[in-house]
């Protein structure tokens, strides 16, 4: 839920994001709610993660998956697998 991480990764402003997060919760129940939050080398961290879990339990009532980002090596000519 850091704005410049999330900026830094996507392009975009964060703004968005939390307004579909925060409108999602209101029309979908809680248990069928699942938010996962990714570690993603370079961009964020274990600090930035406990924070956008707090975020989440306290403004979506919901328990976040914790989870680690793994990216797949490529070269320039190749899509990813």
Do not use: C
Not at 60 to 74: D, Q, T
């Amino acid at each position: 839920m850091n704005p410049d991480v999330y900026q830094a990764y996507t392009g975009v402003t964060i703004e968005h994001m939390k307004d579909n997060l925060l409108k999602l919760s209101r029309l979908v129940p809680k248990e069928r709610l699942h938010i996962r939050i990714p570690h993603i080398t370079h961009y964020n961290d274990k600090y930035y993660m406990a924070y956008s879990k707090m975020w989440v339990e306290d403004h979506l009532g919901v328990k976040p998956e914790l989870f680690e980002y793994l990216e797949l090596p490529y070269n320039e000519d190749e899509k990813r697998v």
